[in-house]
């Protein structure tokens, strides 16, 4: 009886610690993302007290909004397909073969996803648009067309079916295809009935990540749609600063919230399927150097593939950045001439290394908490609605976000709207998720045991977390706090609403400059996405030498 009440006693104790946990992050999420949300809908959806619902049905009755939305979902779904055909091949060759430099090229691939979309814009717009590499040889230009969309989403996304698929397939244990081998299945049967099984859920994965990442574009699209293309996060913007028409903003809010929602819940289903359904080897026993003319003909592939699709576009944009003499566009930015910014374009460097430390400290402080509140596979449906809450700002309008910060959070007792407190904020939304999925694996894997006996010889719940979990989860906590940190530097859509005109981010500057005629303008654009994507690989380069195979796939 004694036992059972201290078992009893105990999980209530767990519970009380969790709940406690979770206490800050959903304050955090209720006052930053629900309230301003929630505020901007109630702006365009209510009138006189009174809930317009009936506007749902006026707003997606329009012909300009029905094309938006086929649009939206068309080219998302042509963006995960041609995307998974270009990225598994690249997975394969990452998971199962060895070869020179492999880690650096892990690196290069993934400097795309951690760029800010506006600067994969502006690359591929000194690409593919007028006046770039194939204008100047060919005469061909894209930027009008939907393929430089559907390439640039390759290149942001390429990175996520190598890092999600290849991180799976390089701990599959290769001797159960090797066994159906030698029972008489070709290669090719072998690979489909025991390996794509096993590979499916991951796969999955993938692909819906994908198609949020592009159902939600707004950088790319607003940089390389023109007015032909609009997505539905670009129509928000559309209709909220240009149009200021809220209450159809609210109506393709709400209808977005719905789409991702269920993307969410779908990419929830899978992930379990995933944690579940296999028995994995050490990674680092599964690659090998390439045999025979097969695999040396896919590594060429691959190696082409990314050279041309996600290097020369990089390589293009540094290019253009020195097409002045004597560093032109450079020294340009020291200066305050050009009437677009009230400070010299160069201060932006600055106010965004600023922002994004401060949006650092507040997404690993919330992140942290939230990850420990959800170590537990065994946690209730309270505790896992939480952990979608924590996903939802990754799909949600950052242009809604922003706009919401602006009308919700400009009076008191929360009358931040003239302080720059606002951007980190903001950015902090987007960096909390990547923390969280960073670090709940590595939680995860602590032994609870370790923690049982630390609290049974009568430490305190912050010296378990201190002595037990901190020392085996530091590594993963410097990766999450990297990824928090580069998400922060590009975020775009939430800040160029709140950022100030003295106070310029960079990717807000980039997007002002080329939003200007003349080629001074263009030129400083470039310099700037240069600087930018520096800063973005350098920290990358730096989370490589930090990372792990148990720090999750990002």
């Given at each position: 009886m004694d036992l059972a009440r201290t078992e009893v006693a105990a999980r209530r104790r767990r519970s009380a610690a969790r709940l406690g946990l979770m206490a800050l992050p959903v304050a955090f999420f209720g006052l930053f993302f629900a309230y301003p949300v929630a505020a901007i809908l109630a702006r365009g959806l209510k009138a006189d007290g009174v809930w317009r619902l009936g506007r749902l049905g006026e707003v997606l009755a329009e012909p300009d909004i029905r094309h938006v939305l086929w649009f939206t979902t068309w080219q998302a779904l042509a963006s995960t397909g041609l995307t998974l055909l270009v990225a598994l091949p690249g997975a394969y060759v990452f998971a199962r073969l060895d070869f020179p430099g492999k880690q650096v090229l892990r690196a290069v691939v993934t400097v795309p996803f951690v760029l800010p979309t506006v600067v994969v814009g502006t690359a591929f717009l000194a690409l593919v648009g007028r006046g770039g590499l194939l204008d100047e040889l060919w005469g061909v230009r894209l930027d009008t067309t939907v393929w430089a969309i559907l390439l640039a989403h390759v290149f942001f996304n390429y990175a996520v079916v190598v890092r999600t698929v290849g991180g799976l397939w390089a701990q599959l244990d290769p001797r159960q295809e090797e066994a159906a081998r030698m029972?008489?299945?070709?290669?090719?049967?072998?690979?489909?009935?025991?390996?794509?099984?096993?590979?499916?859920?991951?796969?999955?994965?993938?692909?819906?990540?994908?198609?949020?990442?592009?159902?939600?574009?707004?950088?790319?699209?607003?940089?390389?749609?023109?007015?032909?293309?609009?997505?539905l996060e670009v129509e928000i913007y559309r209709q909220t600063s240009e149009i200021f028409d809220l209450s159809t903003a609210a109506v393709l809010t709400v209808v977005q919230f719905a789409a991702v929602g269920a993307i969410l819940a779908v990419h929830a289903w899978t992930v379990r399927r995933r944690e579940t359904a296999l028995r994995l080897v050490d990674a680092s026993?599964?690659?090998?150097?390439?045999?025979?003319?097969?695999?040396?003909?896919?590594?060429?592939?691959?190696?082409a593939s990314i050279a041309v699709l996600l290097v020369l576009p990089l390589a293009i944009l540094v290019q253009r950045s020195f097409d002045a003499p004597d560093f032109a566009y450079y020294r340009a930015l020291t200066s305050d001439d050009s009437n677009i910014f009230l400070v010299p374009p160069i201060e932006a460097i600055g106010n965004s290394l600023e922002y994004a430390l401060a949006a650092t400290g507040i997404a690993v402080l919330i992140g942290a908490l939230a990850a420990a509140a959800l170590t537990r596979r065994d946690a209730g449906r309270l505790v896992r609605g939480f952990d979608a809450l924590l996903m939802l700002p990754l799909g949600v309008s950052a242009v809604t976000v922003g706009f919401g910060f602006l009308i919700a959070l400009d009076e008191p007792p929360l009358n931040l709207r003239s302080t720059w407190i606002l951007v980190p904020l903001a950015q902090a939304l987007v960096g909390v998720p990547f923390v969280v999925r960073t670090m709940l694996p590595v939680l995860r894997a602590v032994?609870?045991?370790?923690?049982?006996?630390?609290?049974?010889?009568?430490?305190?719940?912050?010296?378990?977390?201190?002595?037990?979990?901190?020392?085996?989860?530091?590594?993963?906590?410097?990766?999450?706090?990297?990824?928090?940190?580069?998400?922060?530097?590009?975020?775009?859509?939430?800040?160029?609403?709140?950022?100030?005109?003295?106070?310029?981010?960079?990717?807000?500057?980039?997007?002002?400059?080329?939003?200007?005629?003349?080629?001074?303008?263009?030129?400083?654009?470039?310099?700037?996405?240069?600087?930018?994507?520096?800063?973005?690989?350098?920290?990358?380069?730096?989370?490589?030498?930090?990372?792990?195979?148990?720090?999750?796939?990002?």
């Open positions: 029972l008489g299945a070709s290669r090719l049967r072998a690979w489909r009935t025991v390996t794509l099984p096993a590979l499916g859920p991951a796969v999955a994965a993938a692909a819906l990540m994908v198609f949020l990442f592009t159902f939600t574009s707004f950088g790319v699209v607003q940089i390389l749609g023109g007015p032909t293309f609009s997505t026993t599964t690659a090998r150097r390439p045999r025979g003319a097969g695999q040396w003909a896919l590594l060429a592939g691959v190696l032994d609870g045991r370790l923690r049982e006996a630390a609290a049974v010889l009568g430490a305190s719940p912050w010296r378990v977390w201190r002595e037990v979990d901190l020392p085996m989860v530091r590594r993963a906590l410097l990766v999450a706090a990297g990824f928090a940190f580069a998400v922060s530097l590009g975020e775009f859509g939430a800040t160029v609403f709140i950022s100030r005109p003295d106070n310029p981010t960079l990717p807000v500057a980039v997007a002002r400059l080329l939003g200007r005629a003349g080629e001074l303008n263009y030129g400083q654009a470039m310099a700037l996405s240069t600087i930018l994507m520096l800063v973005c690989a350098v920290a990358l380069l730096v989370l490589e030498r930090l990372r792990t195979d148990r720090t999750g796939e990002f």
